[in-house]
Nanobody, 126 residues
Framework: QRQLVESGGGSVQAGGSLRLSCAASGLTFSDYWMYWVRQAPGEDLEWVSRINSGGYTAHYTDSVKGRFTISRDNAKNTVYLQMNSLKPEDSAMYHC???????????????????WGQGTQVFVAS
């Protein structure tokens, strides 16, 4: 069964840190760009970050640059998102996703990804 399972979410005070993990199974993990995508209640999907198959190229949306770091361990089939200096506006459900591609889009849909995880909730209190 092919799946992505996220963990590491929770509640934190503004300025705090969390580290999200996403474990992949049933797919050739090293073939894919891995993404973190978030969705706040009532909002559209927002792409947060992505990392290429080899782990040496990473992209970030402007609002998280300098605060979030994406990484991956292909031996463990796991992708991470280290989130520092968290702000209340970072509160959302964070989903892990996989795609062979890395297009530049202004809007995203679940169908843009080959695999999609159920998400882990992040809440940042002010």
């Amino acid at each position: 069964q092919r799946q992505l399972v996220e963990s590491g979410g929770g509640s934190v005070q503004a300025g705090g840190s969390l580290r999200l993990s996403c474990a992949a199974s049933g797919l050739t993990f090293s073939d894919y760009w891995m993404y973190w995508v978030r969705q706040a209640p009532g909002e559209d999907l927002e792409w947060v970050s992505r990392i290429n198959s080899g782990g040496y190229t990473a992209h970030y949306t402007d609002s998280v640059k300098g605060r979030f770091t994406i990484s991956r361990d292909n031996a463990k089939n796991t992708v991470y998102l280290q989130m520092n200096s968290l702000k209340p506006e970072d509160s959302a459900m964070y989903h892990c996703a996989a795609s062979p591609y890395a297009p530049w889009r202004t809007t995203w849909r679940v169908s843009d990804f080959r695999y999609w995880g159920q998400g882990t909730q992040v809440f940042v209190a002010s």
